[in-house]
């Protein structure tokens, strides 16, 4: 059964920093994509960031291209997200999502089938 758990989020002043932290378990397949996804309230679920497992390759979405990193650590069967520079607007329950790394779309909700339950990240100012 594949279980992905998050950890990590909190409340941070703007300009902070928080690591989001994926544990993925369960999960046969050694070539997957991982994602960060979050929603704020009243807003889609969005991707922010995702990796590739076997190669490391990453992308990001627009709005967090040069603050946020994605990382991941194969040895633990752990993925991370880096955020600096936070923002208000980073406000949201962020997701971690595992699927398929040869479906199209790498931020696209569709394209991950397994899920965590959330951890909430608030940035005050």
């Known amino acids: 059964q594949v279980q992905l758990v998050e950890s990590g989020g909190g409340s941070v002043q703007a300009g902070g920093s928080l690591r989001l932290s994926c544990v993925v378990s369960?999960?046969?397949?050694?070539?997957?994509?991982v994602a960060w996804f979050r929603q704020a309230p009243g807003k889609e679920r969005e991707g922010v960031a995702a990796?590739?497992?076997?190669?490391?390759?990453?992308v990001y979405a627009d709005s967090v291209q040069g603050r946020f990193t994605i990382s991941q650590d194969n040895a633990k069967n752990t993925f991370y997200l880096q955020m600096n520079s936070l923002k208000l607007d980073d406000t949201a329950m962020y997701y971690c999502a595992a699927g398929s790394p040869y479906l199209n779309g790498d931020l696209s909700r569709r394209n991950y089938n397994d899920w965590g339950q959330g951890t909430q990240v608030t940035v005050s100012s």
């Open positions: 990796i590739y497992s076997f190669s490391g390759h990453a």
């Open positions: 369960g999960y046969t397949r050694n070539n997957k994509r």
